[in-house]
Structures are given as structure tokens and as C-alpha cells.
């Protein structure tokens, strides 16, 4: 018989008292500035005007996946043919110049087709709400859960011409995966990563210029980083990368910091980026870092590396 999984309802109130200090440290020894040059959120950085921020930052964070000097290319050479308002762009932008702008465009799973939807989708939003935030706002009050505004936020960007579009450029290839709808069990880091940007702060590296939305409803975004991290400090137990595992993993941060329960996520997510705590650990990495005491595997990575001489 199938030994069933007992849920992880987050860290105990003595667990959280004991590594909120540590994380605390450890979150005030990151350069946050030195890592954004390393991170998509460099894109919306170039910006000042909210809007020009919220539509930089969503064609940014939907392109990054796979490797970032691949990904950086594009994002970049895009924002650079947008000009320097890229919500003017977008707000102005119809199927005839989504065509000039995207013809040949392909980034692993996506072709222009997949880019121009979520483009003219950003642009309507824009004229009919008067910012992404309030189009998001909507689908939040609606659903009154972040699961249920993201799938009307990602459905509501959607909302285009397709027979126009497709007629023009061809058929879309990957647009679930940029804009997934509905949205499914898995974690949709990228969305999430998003409403990092645009909800807490203003930091470093994140914005805060949403209002309507509380950091206190925001979900971790959960990569293979965070996710490697969270198992380390016992944030969770589950090892998929879903919709439910970055919900345990945000119950445990929000018993930290039920205000703001990912403001941890930046520092985490590029200490697994820089190699610090990479998928195979050495006892090296181990014996210099500062969340040792509050790991589960650095221990046992030591004293295995120790019996070995």
C-alpha cells in the first residue's frame, strides 16, 4: 500500500524563530544590486514611468526561461524596437505592427505570433483599464485568491484578434506556455516572478508600485533554486516544482514574515544561481555558508566529506 504524503502546513513557531535571524543576515549580506545584472528584472530597471515598468517587466518575465544569456538577447532587442516608452508601444500597436516587429522572432518555444498576443493584449489592457495593475486588481477582487487572478489576468491578455493574427504571422506554437490559460497545477514562477516585481518593495530589485494587491498574498516563485533551498531549510518536503509545493514553501516564509513572506525569494533564488548551493553539494560549499546551522543536508554533506580522508 502507498504510504500517503502528510501535508506541510509551514514551520512551527520555534522553527521560525530560530531561522528568521539567520535569513535576516543572510538576506542583509546579499548585494542585491551586484545580482540584478544577472537577473530579468534588469529589463524593467531601464524604466521610471510606472506603465513603461509593468510592460517591460511582463514581456521580460514571460521570456525568462531556459538559459539567460539566451534569453537576455531577445528581451532586450525587443524593448529596444519598442522605444522608450514601451507601454506607448504597446498601447498603439495593432496586428499590421506586430508583423514588422515579430516577423521571424523564435525563442525556444515561442514565435512571434505568441509574443504579438501577449504585446496586443498588454496594449488593450492599457486602453480599456488604464494599466496592467488595475486589469490584475480586477481578476483579484473577482476571485478573491492569487491562483484565480492570475488565470483571469492571463485570460484577459488572451483576449486578441487571433483569426487577424494568425492570417498575418501564422499559428501560435507556445502561447500556453508564455500565457498560460487556464492556468494548471504547475507553479507559474515566471507570472509570479512578475508580481514579485510589481507588488512588494519599493527595494533593490523590486518595485512596489501595485497598491491593489497585498505582499501578504503574493506566492514564492518557485524555481529549481528556490526549490532546492526550501528543501534545504525544511520549508518544505515536497521535491515537484507545483502550484502546491510553492504554497507550502510560502506557508513556511510567511510564518517568517506573514506581511511579506517572499521577500527572502531574490537572495535564495541567486545564491542557488551563483553556485553557492548548487544540486551537488560538496562539503566546500557547505563549510562557508552562513545558513549551515539551519540546514538539513550541509551536515551530512560534511560528515560524509570527512570520513572520506
Not at 45 to 54: I, L, N, Q
Not at 165 to 183: N, T
Not at 226 to 235: S, W
Amino acid at each position: 500500500m502507498k504510504k500517503r504524503r502528510v501535508a506541510h502546513t509551514g514551520l512551527s513557531t520555534q522553527a521560525a524563530d530560530l531561522l528568521r535571524p539567520r535569513l535576516d543576515a543572510f538576506l542583509a549580506f546579499t548585494d542585491q544590486k551586484a545580482r540584478i545584472g544577472f537577473d530579468p528584472v534588469e529589463f524593467p530597471h531601464r524604466y521610471t514611468d510606472p506603465r513603461d515598468v509593468e510592460v517591460s517587466a511582463l514581456l521580460a518575465a514571460a521570456l525568462a526561461y531556459g538559459r539567460a544569456d539566451l534569453f537576455r538577447p531577445k528581451v532586450d532587442a525587443l524593448l529596444k524596437q519598442m522605444g522608450p516608452s514601451p507601454a506607448a508601444f504597446v498601447r498603439a500597436l495593432d496586428v499590421k505592427g506586430a508583423k514588422a516587429l515579430l516577423t521571424g522572432f523564435v525563442y525556444r518555444f515561442n514565435v512571434g505570433t505568441d509574443l504579438a498576443v501577449l504585446l496586443l493584449g498588454m496594449g488593450r489592457a492599457l486602453r480599456e483599464h488604464g494599466s496592467l495593475e488595475a486589469l490584475f486588481a480586477r481578476g483579484f477582487q473577482a476571485s478573491g485568491t492569487l491562483h484565480g487572478a492570475i488565470s483571469a489576468f492571463t485570460a484577459a491578455l488572451r483576449d486578441v484578434p487571433m483569426g487577424a493574427l494568425r492570417k498575418a504571422m501564422g499559428p501560435e506554437k507556445g502561447l500556453h506556455h508564455l500565457l498560460p490559460s487556464p492556468l494548471g497545477p504547475g507553479a507559474a514562477k515566471r507570472l509570479n516572478l512578475y508580481l514579485r516585481w510589481m507588488v512588494r518593495g519599493p527595494d533593490a530589485v523590486d518595485f512596489g508600485i501595485w497598491k491593489q494587491v497585498p505582499a501578504s498574498a503574493l506566492l514564492v516563485p518557485l524555481d529549481t533554486h528556490i526549490g532546492r533551498m526550501a528543501l534545504h531549510l525544511g520549508l518544505t518536503q515536497r521535491t515537484d516544482l507545483t502550484w502546491r509545493t510553492a504554497e507550502e514553501v510560502t506557508a513556511s516564509l510567511r510564518a517568517l514574515d506573514p506581511e511579506d513572506p517572499v521577500r527572502y525569494d531574490f537572495a535564495l533564488c541567486h545564491y542557488g544561481m551563483s553556485g553557492a548551493c548548487p544540486a551537488k553539494t560538496l562539503p566546500q560549499h557547505c563549510e562557508r555558508c552562513s545558513l549551515l546551522p539551519s540546514c538539513k543536508v550541509g551536515p551530512q554533506v560534511i560528515a560524509r566529506g570527512s570520513l572520506q580522508f
